[in-house]
């Protein structure tokens, strides 16, 4: 553990921590928003239509994310078309996950959840919950990697 803490820079961890806190939000609220607005033009088909909300509102994301820890966290400098297509290297787990669990996801909490309509809001947070820790180490390892580090 302590080679890893000398790697991270001095406030890199905590601005990580902060901007990874204010893209959740942000992209919490944008993925509902989406959600709660497809649902409503589909009400008959809700699992696609959050699969459908999770796809259109992770490239927002994606997007947002990467200028905030950019210039935020790891204040790197040019270099955004090579850095922002290695961002999509580090989430298209997370959107593929997102693309095609939450709907089915969403369809099993329906039948927990003692309100249903509830299901593909709770869907989407769990996913987000599980894809913070490996973007993290995928930004820093991947994204935004100075090149002379090596390649873990």
Not at 1 to 15: N, S, V
Not at 99 to 125: I, K
């Amino acid at each position: 553990m302590a080679g890893l803490a000398d790697r991270i820079p001095r406030g890199e961890a905590l601005r990580f921590l902060l901007a990874g806190g204010s893209n959740t939000l942000f992209g919490m609220a944008d993925t509902f928003l989406f959600t709660w607005l497809f649902v409503r033009l589909r009400p008959d088909h809700a699992a696609a239509m959050t699969s459908v909300a999770a796809l259109v509102s992770m490239c927002i994301n994606i997007t947002v994310s990467f200028l905030t820890y950019k210039w935020f966290v790891f204040r790197t400098r040019g270099n955004y078309w090579r850095e922002y297509s290695r961002s999509f290297v580090v989430y298209v787990p997370s959107l593929l996950l997102s693309t095609f669990a939450v709907g089915p996801l969403a369809a099993l909490l329906s039948r927990w959840l003692p309100r249903p309509g509830l299901a593909p809001y709770a869907a989407q947070a769990c996913i987000i919950a599980v894809a913070i820790v490996p973007q993290f180490l995928g930004h820093k390892n991947i994204t935004f990697r100075k090149k002379l580090d090596p390649v873990p």
